[in-house]
Structures are given as structure tokens and as C-alpha cells.
């Protein structure tokens, strides 16, 4: 299984990007899959989760400005966000979970600044 994300780029503060994550290979049934984000000199942590219900679950920095979605038939995850923040600027990376292991994609870069 490949993960690859796009959609990372340059953002002002208070706009918006919208991150896709899109699965291939030989793919599993996903328990869940899930954002998550390393800023300079900060650790990884989960941003936003969505489980194979639907049920979502966001970090507190993340409610009510990002939405995680997922497209079932094309096997592509998304994270909208809005009104961004200079703090936002991170790599963000994808996670996906098949009930027995873990997977990564690469990484996209979000840089929040004037």
C-alpha cells in the first residue's frame, strides 16, 4: 500500500488548502486513517482522525477550522482547512491503518505566513 498526499503548498494566514491522501496497491480494508502534522522542532501528532464508521475524531488545534473526509470508492482521504494559522505551517503526513499495521505517506508541506 502507497500513500501519497497533495495539496500542501503556501497559504496566507486566515485562507484555506485542502490536502488529499490518495491509497494504492494492494489495499485493505482501513480501520482508520488520519492527518497528522510536524511542525519546526515540534514531535508528529495527530491532527485529524476518521474511522471506517465515519466517526472523526480532532486534535483541539484543529476543531472547528479543519474537516477530514473520505472519498470510499477512490480510496482518497482529504483534510480541508480553514481560516489557517501561522502555527499551522507543518509537514503534514498520512496514516492508515489495516487492522495490523500502520502506513505513511511522504509528506506535504503547509507554510501558513504573510
Known amino acids: 500500500v502507497q500513500l501519497v498526499e497533495s495539496g500542501g503548498g503556501l497559504a496566507h494566514p486566515g485562507g484555506s488548502l485542502r490536502l488529499s491522501c490518495e491509497a494504492s496497491g494492494k489495499i485493505p480494508s482501513f480501520k482508520l486513517m488520519a492527518w497528522y502534522r510536524q511542525g519546526p522542532g515540534n514531535v508528529r501528532f495527530d491532527v485529524a482522525t476518521i474511522a471506517s464508521d465515519g466517526d472523526t475524531l480532532y486534535a483541539d488545534s484543529a476543531k472547528g477550522r479543519f474537516t477530514i473526509s473520505m472519498d470510499n470508492a477512490r480510496n482518497i482521504v482529504y483534510l480541508e482547512m480553514n481560516n489557517l494559522k501561522p502555527e499551522d505551517t507543518a509537514v503534514y503526513y498520512c496514516?492508515?491503518?489495516?487492522?495490523?499495521?500502520?502506513?505513511w505517506g511522504q509528506g506535504t508541506l503547509v507554510t501558513v505566513s504573510s
Open positions: 496514516f492508515a491503518d489495516d487492522y495490523s499495521r500502520g502506513y
